[in-house]
Nanobody, 123 residues
Framework: QVQLVESGGGPVQAGGSLKLSCAAS????????RGWYRQAPGKERELVSCISSTGTTYGESAKARFAISEDIAEKTLYLQIYSLKTEDTAVYYC??????????????????WGQGTQVTVSS
């Protein structure tokens, strides 16, 4: 059974940093597209960053302050967020595709999703 479990979210003050983790079980990230998405209240889910066969991609709102990384041996995907802003408040999800993709998985292409971790940034 495949499981993706996110952790590392919580309340944080603006300007602070967080490192989110996504641990996979029954699944290996290597060779598949995998990444982070977020959904703010009242908004659609959006791409934060992903790793695919062509490299690393960041969403438009995430290019400056976000860094995706992974520990293949530990089957863990990370998202480091620097200089947090109130607009970063959202549920952050880890997702992965079964297939090897050359771009970030769409909602339809992401076969596996974690339950999400809440990040709440206060001013």
């Amino acid at each position: 059974q495949v499981q993706l479990v996110e952790s590392g979210g919580g309340p944080v003050q603006a300007g602070g940093s967080l490192k989110l983790s996504c641990a996979a079980s029954g699944f290996v990230f290597s060779g598949r597209a995998r990444g982070w998405y977020r959904q703010a209240p009242g908004k659609e889910r959006e791409l934060v960053s992903c790793i695919s066969s062509t490299g690393t991609t960041y969403g438009e709102s995430a290019k400056a302050r976000f860094a995706i990384s992974e520990d293949i041996a530990e089957k863990t995907l990370y998202l480091q967020i620097y200089s947090l802003k109130t607009e970063d408040t959202a549920v952050y999800y880890c997702a992965a595709s079964k297939a090897r993709l050359s771009s970030c998985p769409t909602d339809h292409e992401a076969n596996y999703w974690g339950q999400g971790t809440q990040v709440t940034v206060s001013s």
